[in-house]
């Protein structure tokens, strides 16, 4: 679709917005949201007609891009038969999602819990897990993010959590690997995974093993920097919970659903949760939808006995038919296989090609649809970019990277120090080195920040 330039319409969209819409985790005076006008593919538009390829999926989670036709016809025949119906009744859509997203799970989750998004996701694993214990604690890790309700974001491990943390949400956080910016002295994989395994056991030690329900870990951190875990850690993980008791849940609102180049990022590392969280790429956000995949054990927990929670909204008629579409589609049109081919094949050496170029540049980490860059003002001795947590004067050179990717027509999407390539997965070739070579010009801008 081309755009049509209709700046008028723009403004009263914009003069509305300031005067009514109240934005997430921003200062409302401060922001300045651009009005967009259309959207097609992996390109979205303004209406001054200038368009912006979205390396950012929305917020990662248009896994198929915008407006895919059989997906907008999926919703539309759903409306006309049945727009909404309650939770308690089968319903086919509903029934047909739980279905086809049961058949590409791991191991046994064959239960399917409907929520609205990924933050009550979490909120019902984490319940979950502790009617499934008796158990009152949860352990998530540092560098993490599950949502912005307000258990899921105590569990969040990044300063989102500060405002709301009261401290008693019986959450205790931990350390995860990251061997780039490691807290265990650690100079190889093998030596953070050993670790980081052993530093996550002795906090259970110290806990008290009988008051843990459940460890929650994203099963590679999405907003916190993608760190994909070395190898043997969600093993590692798994093999503590068995041995205390714990129930292990990952979250994969934002990892699942094609964006490593596997149906869930679990698949990577050939592990099963007991429990497991996702949403975004479900239906790619066309209608909110989120959900729960439970094992066979915790379900086995509420066959005699109600489980104590529920929404308004769960398996909605037209968010499961978006979601039957968007997988079926996904399947048909090899968008799993394509974010595997082209993390591999293409976005993976040429972001080490632009590190290798760029002294900004501290480290290139991802897979399939899913890689950070992290900025640095010093690769020898790896000081950030910016502060953790900069904010105003102290963020301006990536304020200022970030000025630079969009005036050459590429959204990015930017979080402290790094810059994450995000587009749909079923982006082209040819789309994704227009995107590339944009970041590679943008990032002459983070050099002149470095020493």
């Not at 429990?275 to 959900?291: D, E, H, I, Q, R």
């Not at 109600?306 to 579409?325: I, N, R």
């Amino acid at each position: 679709m081309t755009p049509q330039p209709s700046p008028e319409v723009g403004a009263a969209v914009k003069a509305a917005d300031r005067a009514h819409v109240f934005h997430s985790w921003s200062a409302q005076e401060l922001i300045d949201p651009l009005a967009v006008a259309g959207a097609e593919g992996s390109y979205f538009w303004d209406y001054d007609g200038t368009r912006y390829l979205d390396f950012t999926s929305g917020l990662v989670y248009t896994n198929i891009g915008y407006q895919h036709p059989k997906v907008v016809a999926a919703i539309q025949e759903q409306a006309a038969t049945m727009t909404t119906f309650a939770p308690a009744f089968a319903i086919e859509a509903r029934s047909e999602a739980a279905r086809l997203i049961a058949e590409r799970t791991p191991g046994d989750l064959d239960k399917i819990f409907f929520t609205n998004a990924g933050a009550d996701a979490v909120e019902h694993a984490v319940r979950m897990a502790r009617l499934h214990t008796g158990r009152p604690k949860v352990l998530s890790a540092y560098r993490s993010y599950h949502g912005g309700t307000q258990q899921a974001v105590n569990l969040t491990g990044d300063p989102r959590r500060w405002a709301s943390d009261n401290a008693a949400a019986g959450v205790v956080h931990f350390w995860a690997p990251f061997l780039y910016r490691s807290r265990f002295y650690a100079e190889t994989e093998e030596q953070e995974c050993a670790r980081a395994l052993e530093h996550l056991e002795t906090t259970i030690a110290f806990e008290g093993p009988g008051t843990v329900a459940a460890i929650l870990l994203e099963t590679i951190p999405g907003t916190a920097g993608i760190m994909v875990p070395p190898p043997g850690y969600l093993a590692g993980v798994r093999e503590i919970c068995d041995k205390y008791g714990i129930v292990f849940v990952l979250d994969e609102v934002m990892a699942g659903f094609g964006r490593t180049g596997e149906w869930f990022a679990a698949d990577l590392f050939d592990v099963v949760p007991d429990l497991m969280t996702f949403a975004k790429g479900v239906n790619s956000g066309y209608v909110p939808l989120g959900g729960v995949a439970i094992s066979g054990a915790i379900a086995e927990t509420f066959a005699k006995r109600p489980y104590p929670g529920g929404l308004t909204y769960s398996g909605h008629p037209l968010a499961c038919a978006a979601a039957v579409a968007t997988i079926n589609v996904m399947a048909e049109e090899g968008v799993v296989e394509n974010a595997a081919r082209l993390g591999a094949d293409v976005v993976g050496p040429a972001l080490r090609e632009l590190a290798g170029r760029h002294p900004s540049v501290g480290e290139v980490r991802g897979v399939g649809m899913f890689w950070a860059l992290e900025l640095v003002r010093n690769q020898e001795t790896r000081e950030p970019l910016v502060p953790y947590n900069a904010a105003g004067e102290a963020n301006a050179p990536m304020a200022a990277f970030g000025s630079a990717v969009k005036a050459q027509g590429v959204w990015p999407f930017i979080n402290m120090n790094r810059t994450h390539v995000v587009p749909a997965c079923n982006v082209s070739e040819a789309e994704l080195k227009e995107g590339l070579a944009v970041l590679d010009a943008a990032l002459s801008v983070a050099d002149e920040f470095t020493r």
